[in-house]
């Protein structure tokens, strides 16, 4: 893997966005493990930030991303963490995932989490911004928390949290490559039923999806990744999985915020329209054409086709982990 440089001039300005103690933290990332400065640089991350970063590089392992950031986080993972409570998808207790009612409250419950515009960027305040969906590179640890906040406060069921490890690698629309690479993943998850579900507009925009199939989206050996259900509040992969600190998703918004600026770039890099697309003509209205491989379910949790329980609700759709 190509080693990366940071310049003077990258220097400078994440010391002027983040700080000198935490840019140089951030250079000596750089310097030590071939993290892009443009990371740092792009969304003014630091500290909790740069541990919780989900980013994998291309060629690299997921337990060497991982080891990224635990050296960042300076101790080993605590016992009873998200991470280390990890186990393979087929041994999962799904018991304690809270429950929705029925499919039609889970799904408006998804389109208004999705929908909800009420960030502030400090570059155009006027301009309120959804959660980042369009910049799925990183940015996870927050998204999750934040929709599960908003959910909380519309009186709608506090969904947990599910983390996923391993090489995971998915399709997007929103990167040059059309594709990114993560350590670990972390979305909302809820059961209809005995059927689980996942609130992921960074990978699907237009609907929930069953646990499996979403898993599906990010690579196609799902056993060879390693899951972890968790409490509602169990913010990053080193929190406690069942007893997380009660402050510890306090600085979802702030930490949210630090990508807008990313995701505004990234589109303007794509030569799509962030007016538009953060704005009133987000893609799910005017999808964004993208090949996308097809993801079996033909064995869904349930032994039911996962198409047909939502079908009536939804439309006609496959679920194919792309957008629609």
């Known amino acids: 893997m190509k080693k990366s440089t940071v310049t003077t001039a990258a220097k400078t300005a994440l010391k002027r966005i983040i700080g000198k103690q935490e ?27 740069l541990i919780n970063s989900a980013i994998r590089f291309e060629g690299e392992d997921y337990l060497e991303a991982m080891s990224r950031s635990k050296k960042l986080l300076g101790k080993a993972a605590p016992a009873g963490s998200a991470v280390s409570a990890a186990v393979p998808y087929v041994n ?59 959910l909380q406060e519309w009186n709608y ?15 997007t629309a929103y990167s040059k490559t059309g594709e990114v690479g993560w350590w670990y993943h972390v979305v909302p998850i809820v059961k209809v039923g005995e059927e689980a579900y996942v609130y992921d507009p960074a990978i699907v925009q237009t609907k929930p999806l069953p646990l499996k199939d979403w898993l599906a989206t990010m690579g196609s050996d799902i056993g060879a990744m390693k899951v972890s259900v968790c409490t509602p509040t169990t913010y990053s992969p080193y929190d406690n999985c069942l007893d997380p600190r009660p402050e510890a998703d306090a600085s979802a918004e702030s930490d949210q915020k630090r990508y807008l600026a990313a995701e505004w770039d990234r589109l303007v890099s794509l030569k799509m329209d962030p007016e538009k697309l953060l704005g009133n003509e987000p893609p799910w209205l005017a999808p964004v054409p993208v090949a996308v491989p097809a993801v079996d379910v033909a064995a869904p949790v349930t032994g039911k086709p996962a198409n047909v329980l939502v079908m009536g609700l939804l439309g006609n759709f496959s679920f194919d982990g792309g957008t629609r």
């Open 92 to 150: 999962l207790d799904l018991s304690k995932v809270p429950v929705v009612d029925n499919l039609e409250t889970l799904v408006k419950s998804f389109n208004e989490v999705r929908d909800i515009r009420f960030l502030i960027s400090p570059a155009k305040p006027e301009f309120l911004r959804r959660m980042t969906w369009m910049y799925p590179d990183d940015g996870c640890f927050a998204r999750a928390a934040m929709m599960g906040k908003k």
């Open 23 to 49: 840019a140089a933290l951030a250079i000596a990332f750089v310097a030590c493990f071939c993290l892009p400065a443009h990371v740092f640089a792009q969304t003014g991350t630091g500290d909790a930030a």
């Open 157 to 171: 069921v506090r969904p947990g949290k599910v983390f996923v490890f391993g090489n995971l690698k998915v399709k």
